[in-house]
């Protein structure tokens, strides 16, 4: 069956605090791993594709890479205005769908 | 990216009415849409998929008479609650693409429905 599962499902760091979230998959025929981030009440909001292993993406604070069964999200030094709910999403499997995982709420005090 | 709309953001309805949202992409022709649900701490489930024209395709579990889907532009989708119900509550996202690109949705900032 394919499965996403994102880890941890809350993190709280201070400002500056550098952590990575985890997105582990399993999907047949694995044909992309999507990044979104979802502020509260709003729809996903894209940040990365990557579509096969040992590919690396950046974006500011965000860089995403990816192996053959998961995918990190590492965040450098991050600020208050990162708060969100980071998603995770493959694309694959039988039905050629997004799957989803349930996301990481990640919280940054100043 | 393309950008998406719908409306309302929010409903407040009673057990028993029809709610209709709209889902808009402003700025590119959407040949396929997508609905999808978002339960609290869940992670976004597929309800259905629709193509310009043609009837849409309903996920596993998910009641196509009440869950009425309109996708007759390439512009405008509309998902219909009908007799809505208190489980029906939630948090629904529509999302844009087209046919021959499905890994590339351009998401809509979601309806909250609340059904007393």
């Known amino acids: 069956e394919d499965q996403v599962t994102q880890s941890p499902e809350a993190l709280r760091l201070q400002e500056g605090e550098s952590s990575s979230l985890n997105c582990s998959y399993t999907?047949?025929?694995?044909?992309?791993l999507f990044w979104y981030r979802q502020d509260p009440g709003k729809g996903p909001e894209f940040l990365f594709t990557l579509y096969s292993a040992g590919e690396e993406k950046e974006k500011e604070r965000l860089k995403a890479t990816l192996t053959k069964k998961e995918s990190f999200l590492h965040i450098t030094a991050p600020k208050p205005e990162d708060s969100a709910t980071y998603l995770c999403?493959?694309?694959?499997?039988?039905?050629?769908?997004?799957?989803f995982g349930k996301g990481t709420k990640l919280s940054v005090k100043p | 990216g393309a950008v998406v709309s719908q409306h309302p953001s929010w409903v407040i309805c009673k057990s028993g009415t029809s709610v209709k949202i709209e889902c808009r992409s402003l700025d590119f022709q959407a040949t396929t849409m997508f609905w999808y649900r978002q339960f609290p701490k869940q992670s976004l489930m597929l309800m259905a998929t629709?193509?310009?024209?043609?009837?849409?395709?309903?996920e596993q579990g998910v009641e196509k008479d009440k869950f009425l889907i309109n996708h007759a532009s390439l512009t405008l989708s509309t998902l219909t609650v009908t007799s809505a119900h208190p489980e029906d509550s939630s948090f629904y996202i529509c999302s844009a693409g087209q046919s021959h690109r499905r890994d590339t949705q351009y998401f809509g900032p979601g309806t909250r429905l609340t059904v007393l």
């Open positions: 629709s193509n310009e024209g043609s009837k849409a395709t309903y």
């Open positions: 999907v047949s025929g694995l044909r992309g």
């Open positions: 999403a493959v694309y694959g499997g039988s039905q050629g769908n997004l799957i």
